[in-house]
């Protein structure tokens, strides 16, 4: 499920854990890997941003997508 541009970050967080809770790892990854390419969310406040890079970086590791962890934090 891909968010839509206008998605809050705080939004993308709620459903990224949402997917996690049913066991559906990737598809959280996915979610928040959409959102790090949108134009939106360099504009992002970094104290909205912290919960969400946390999950982000956690999913990489428990899916030892450690070429993705580097990507999102470049």
């Not at 939004?11 to 066991?23: E, N, P, S, Y």
């Not at 390419?37 to 969400?52: C, G, M, Q």
Request: aromatic residues 6%; hydrophobic residues 45%; glycine residues 6%.
């Amino acid at each position: 499920m891909a968010p839509f541009p206008s998605t809050k970050p705080e939004t993308v967080l709620k459903q990224a854990d949402g997917l996690v809770a049913v066991g559906q790892h990737e598809a959280a990854l996915q979610s928040l890997t959409e959102m790090f390419a949108a134009k939106k969310f360099r504009n992002t406040p970094l104290a909205s941003l912290e919960p969400i890079m946390m999950r982000f970086i956690q999913l990489c590791v428990d899916l030892r997508q450690g070429r993705t962890a580097k990507e999102g934090l470049m």
